[in-house]
């Protein structure tokens, strides 16, 4: 299935990015009712066999939802993978995402040919998250429809450059669908990300602060009241480069200014996702990801408020800059 005939079903160019832990059945469905794509990390489900109940809830109540609003059919959501080799489910997790045909699959950590296969294997779409042109070249050598560019300021495993660079570096020689992840949290930041060459945004943080995560209340209220200067860039937690709350790390014991520098080989996303309660993967827990875009977010709303607002400010600024071209 063409990701182009896909998005044709959206409200807004935007995918609901995949956030550890938070996202759940709740946001996703929420987050494709109102109009843009959902998605959720497989290892959210825990343990294993509950990937295949989440994947029936989801898919029965997106049909039913199409089925009344035939005038407003639901988004289609998409399943983030951990590809890296330290996630032991991953054969499991693919394996149940290719029963439910899940319409749309995002890999991180590593482009491998063979799950990129398996995702085309009942004509799903494959999409792999980068952060410099080099990995967007190897993405696409190995089988991916499309990329999704994860540029400085971004929650998560966010990269370092600016998305003017990335996207132009991409643009120079692939056309396909190009998403942007990077501080974009209000209608104007979507509207940007088109003009510089992306055709979709994806957005996570500002999705923290909503009814339906599943993020403590400490931890939306603390967006709420956070900005760009309270998130530290750090690979101590994961081995990965990532940005996080500074009040969460403080709030730890640590010196968010002074974090000594991780290993990569401190990974271990599928021992991390099952729970452990073991001190090395205490910052799962603990210490709380999020991307710069965060000044914008200025409450807790539901899901549907908060694409409506979305979707008001990129109408409005859709028509300040047709107004300035004429």
């Known amino acids: 299935m063409a990701l182009p005939r896909l998005l044709d079903r959206l409200r807004l160019p935007v995918i609901g990015a995949p956030l550890f832990v938070i996202s759940n059945p709740d946001l996703v469905i929420a987050q494709c009712k109102a109009g843009i794509v959902g998605s959720f990390p497989a290892l959210n489900a825990r343990p294993e066999s509950m990937l295949d109940e989440w994947l029936h809830r989801i898919t029965e109540e997106l049909a039913a939802w199409d089925a009344a609003h035939p005038e407003q059919p639901a988004a289609p959501f998409a399943v983030n993978q951990i590809v890296h080799r330290s996630n032991s489910r991953l054969e499991h997790d693919l394996a149940t995402c290719v029963k439910w045909k899940v319409p749309i699959s995002i890999t991180s950590l590593g482009a491998r040919e063979e799950v990129n296969q398996a995702v085309h294997s009942y004509g799903g779409v494959a999409l792999h998250d980068i952060i410099n042109n080099r990995f ?32 132009q570096e991409i643009r120079d020689w692939f056309q396909g669908p190009l998403a942007l992840s990077g501080s974009i949290a209000t209608g104007r930041s979507i509207l940007a990300a088109m003009a510089m060459g992306a055709d979709l945004a994806y957005i996570g943080s500002a999705f923290i602060a909503t009814v339906e995560a599943n993020a403590a209340e400490a931890y939306k209220q603390m967006i709420v009241e956070s900005g760009a200067e309270d998130i530290v860039y750090t690979n101590y937690f994961t081995g990965v480069h990532g940005n996080y709350l500074k009040p969460s790390v403080a709030k730890s014991g640590l010196d968010p200014e002074h974090l000594p520098q991780g290993e990569a080989t401190n990974m271990n996303f599928g021992a991390a996702a099952g729970g452990a309660e073991k001190d090395e993967y205490k910052a799962w827990r603990d210490i709380w990801g999020c991307g710069q875009g965060i000044g914008a ?27 300035r071209l004429r």
């Not at 967007?136 to 660079?165: C, M, N, R, W, Y």
């Open 136 to 167: 967007a070249h190897k993405a696409i050598e190995k089988g991916a429809d499309g990329l999704i560019a994860v540029a400085a300021g971004a929650g998560g495993h966010a990269g370092t450059q600016s998305p003017f660079a990335l996207v």
């Open 297 to 323: 977010v200025h409450d807790v709303a539901p899901v549907a408020e908060l694409v409506a607002r979305l979707e008001a400010e990129y109408r409005a600024a859709c028509a300040e800059m047709a107004g």
